[in-house]
């Protein structure tokens, strides 16, 4: 699918992302939406029993779950759209969409691994972070869904994952897949 075709599909003539709100300000939708996600975020947290992580399935439905109130594509991964389309940020390209099968295979085995420990370590975190960026299954949200994802694993090893505040070091060890620098970045806290 061409760029400006999917500009269309997915953006308003202004550039704010399309939303079931109809909100057409990009100041406002983006206000609203961090309103919407922090209350949902809080939720996961508040109630860490009812959000199992075992696959990138569960990965989709925590997409949903965030999103879902704004965005009609929320959970519907970059594959799964018709026409199926790719996607780069700042000149970075993620996951061809043709590829994302095998990558998500890739992330479960991963995943699996991580959950078969008592207390996964940093690089375990750091591996399944920068592979699940790679993929980059969504339009927007890709970031906020991981991060809340991998806290909830660390939650149901009786861990904490801590994020910097400032993300550039952490962005930039992302894209040069920098496993080592990554798993410095971030804490794993055991409770």
Not at 73 to 102: T, V
Request: glycine share 4%; aromatic share 10%; no cysteine.
């Amino acid at each position: 699918m061409k760029n400006d075709t999917l500009e269309q599909e997915f953006k308003y003539s202004n550039g704010t992302l399309r939303n079931k709100l109809g909100i057409t300000q990009s100041e406002f939708l983006s206000s609203m939406e961090f309103n919407t996600v922090s209350q949902r975020i809080k939720a996961i947290k508040l109630n860490p029993n009812k959000f199992k992580v075992n696959s990138i399935s569960d990965f989709k439905l925590m997409h949903r779950f965030l999103f879902g109130r704004i965005y009609s594509w929320a959970g519907q991964d970059r594959h799964e759209h018709r026409p199926p389309y790719d996607l780069s940020k700042n000149g970075h390209q993620f996951q061809p969409w043709s590829s994302m099968d095998m990558a998500e295979k890739w992330i479960n085995r991963e995943l699996a691994d991580t959950n078969a420990k008592v207390k996964p370590l940093a690089i375990d975190y750091a591996n399944l972070l920068i592979d699940i960026n790679e993929l980059h299954p969504f339009r927007e949200g890709n970031g906020r869904t991981t991060k809340i994802f991998l806290q909830t694993i660390a939650g149901q090893h009786k861990q904490e994952l801590w994020f910097p505040r400032y993300q550039g070091e952490l962005v930039k060890a992302m894209n040069n897949v920098d496993f080592e620098e990554v798993s410095r970045i971030i804490k794993v806290v055991n409770r």
